[in-house]
């Protein structure tokens, strides 16, 4: 059974830095993609940052520059690290792992920045 749980989140000031972490268990980031998603108020879950079994990483526009996502595949966990961020990032983040044809999602873990 493939269980996704994040850690981190919680609120900063704007211009803060936050650092996210996601353990997968059931299931390989050596072989499987995996990504953080947003959901802020009012509107639809999205993929911010992704990283693909092999290593590659990709990034919203919005998170370019100031989000990273890495992982450690002995620990089978994502990092997403935040920096500068912004009210505009408030939102619940949701990390999701690939196995076969499903996507496992974690519980979600609140981030608020305050202006």
């Known amino acids: 059974q493939v269980q996704v749980v994040e850690f981190g989140g919680g609120l900063v000031q704007a211009g803060g830095s936050l650092r996210l972490s996601c353990t997968v268990s059931?299931?390989?980031?050596?072989?499987?993609?995996a990504g953080w998603y947003q959901e802020a108020p009012g509107d639809r879950r999205e993929l911010v940052a992704g990283?693909?079994?092999?290593?590659?990483?990709n990034y919203a526009d919005s998170v370019k520059g100031r989000f990273t996502i890495s992982r450690d595949i002995a620990k089978n966990t994502v990092y997403r690290q935040m920096n500068s961020l912004k009210p505009e990032d408030t939102a619940v983040y949701y990390c999701a792992a690939n196995s076969g044809s499903r996507v496992y999602w974690g519980q979600g873990t609140q981030v608020s920045v305050s202006s």
């Open positions: 990283i693909s079994s092999s290593g590659r990483t």
């Open positions: 059931g299931t390989s980031l050596s072989i499987n993609p």
